[in-house]
């Protein structure tokens, strides 16, 4: 009976960690194309961008912040990350971090 206990856990914990890793990957995925998609919008191309990075928190959920949090950083301004975040599905600026003066940046 203990054996088939344990098995029982095991699984649960494996089909739960398999589950958190796949939100997260999936979700990395379908966040980084809404940002594309938005700066598209916002009339910028590829060559515009030197990187997007999208993070993940659980514990940001837990208290109440942003679940997503994506940082661009823009070719011409190499040394600002510009923060963005996803709000009821929508993207929105969260701030800029950096070395770049304020009155010097351009996005």
């Known amino acids: 009976m203990k054996k088939k206990v344990i098995i029982g856990i095991c699984i649960f914990l494996v089909v739960l960690i398999s589950g958190v890793f796949s939100y997260v990957g999936i979700g990395k995925t379908i966040i980084e194309n809404k ?3 938005y700066l598209k ?23 109440s912040y942003n679940e997503w949090i994506i940082n661009v950083v823009y070719e011409d301004e190499p040394t600002s990350v510009y923060n963005y975040t996803l709000k009821d599905g929508n993207i929105v600026v969260s701030g800029v971090s950096g070395t770049t003066d304020k009155e010097d940046l351009k996005h």
Do not use: G
Not at 43 to 53: G, R, V
């Open 35 to 37: 940002m594309w998609d």
């Open 41 to 63: 919008q916002e009339n910028y191309i590829e060559t515009d961008i030197q990187s997007i990075e999208v993070k993940h928190s659980f514990a940001n959920i837990l208290l």
